[in-house]
């Protein structure tokens, strides 16, 4: 998902736009700890995803993007690729459609 976000950004800034402050919703607070603590949350057992997001981390020091916890149940990328039923189907629907 990163080089998709530094793409756009990028492209965006290309064609004239100014790009504020990108926001990465994540509902993975260990994930999130591992973004921003870096080295110091790793353990034995997160060696092998050093790259990805000690990665992430370095684009944040620089200020590039923001990386926030949404909790599970309000993830509207969900409703694009998850297959969603009853209620929260219906929630997505209503907030992405803009209908009540």
């Known amino acids: 998902m990163m080089p998709q976000v ?5 492209f965006l800034g290309e064609q004239g736009y100014s790009i504020q402050d990108t926001v990465i919703y994540q509902d993975n607070k260990s994930a999130i700890l591992l973004e921003k603590n870096g080295r110091l ?3 034995k057992r997160t060696k092998h995803i050093e790259a990805r997001y000690f990665f992430i981390k370095d684009y944040q020091e620089r200020g590039y993007v923001n990386v926030k916890y949404c909790p599970t149940d309000d993830m509207v990328a969900d409703f ?8 929260k189907f219906h929630k997505f629907r209503d907030l992405i459609m803009n209908s009540e």
């Not at 694009?80 to 209620?87: A, E, I, N, V, Y």
Request: proline share 6%.
């Open 80 to 87: 694009f690729s998850k297959p969603l039923q009853g209620s």
């Open 6 to 10: 530094l793409w756009t950004n990028n």
């Open 41 to 43: 949350s790793s353990g």
